[in-house]
């Protein structure tokens, strides 16, 4: 009887990048992307709008090709299990001076999916690294490459803006990065009571 090997496939630089995302509807969508768009246009900042307007809930991650077929399967199972449940947004927020958000309004809803999704890939995909920074969700309208000279501009200018909006949140999404760009790969909706 001859012994089957089993070869583990580790990431390399060429793995292709993850990331799980909840994703707006209609109207929150085209208002989100209409800021990022603004941002981009002011500064020339491009990382924020490589993505559309989400909520990152697995931030991007290199595993193998592999792994797409495990991850999918364990995010399929685990919608089956959420129900769907609303995320507000409000106002304006920086992380350090290089990060513009729009700020989630009472994260305890999203957070404890988030905690939910983190439990069920340690057990199911457990590729997926436990996070080590506190989870802080929002809809980043630019990241790291804003220009420094424009920061203080842009602090004053939405400082003084408001901005609010509530939507459900019925699906999640996984994306991939193809090298050049991401894109979605599989929406999974959230079917559980």
């Keep these: 009887m001859s012994e089957e090997l089993t070869t583990v496939r580790r990431p390399t630089a060429q793995s292709p990048l993850f990331l799980v995302a909840v994703l707006p509807p209609e109207p929150v969508f085209s208002a989100v992307w209409a800021l990022k768009q603004e941002v981009h246009q002011r500064t020339g900042s491009r990382n924020a709008v490589r993505l559309p307007p989400?909520?990152?809930?697995?931030?991007?991650?290199?595993?193998?090709?592999?792994?797409?077929?495990?991850?999918?399967?364990?995010?399929?199972?685990?919608?089956?299990?959420?129900?769907?449940?609303?995320?507000?947004?409000?106002?304006?927020?920086?992380?350090?001076?290089?990060?513009?958000?729009?700020q989630v309004a009472q994260p305890e809803a999203i957070q404890a999916f988030h905690a939910a999704l983190l439990k069920w890939c340690a057990e199911y995909v457990p590729q997926v690294p436990h996070e080590t920074r506190p989870f802080t969700p929002h809809m980043?309208?630019?990241?790291?490459?804003?220009?420094?000279?424009?920061v203080p501009e842009l602090r004053q200018d939405f400082a003084a803006r408001h901005y609010e909006a509530t939507f459900p949140v019925t699906s999640l999404v996984l994306f991939r990065h193809d090298g050049q760009q991401?894109?979605?790969?599989?929406?999974?909706?959230l079917t559980g009571e």
Excluded: K, M, N
């Design 54 to 102: 989400h909520i990152t809930l697995i931030p991007p991650l290199r595993q193998s090709a592999t792994f797409e077929a495990a991850l999918r399967s364990a995010l399929a199972d685990f919608a089956q299990t959420q129900p769907s449940f609303d995320v507000g947004l409000r106002s304006f927020r920086w992380f350090g001076s290089r990060t513009l958000f729009v």
């Design 182 to 189: 991401w894109r979605q790969v599989q929406e999974f909706l």
């Design 140 to 150: 980043t309208l630019a990241t790291r490459d804003l220009p420094a000279a424009d």
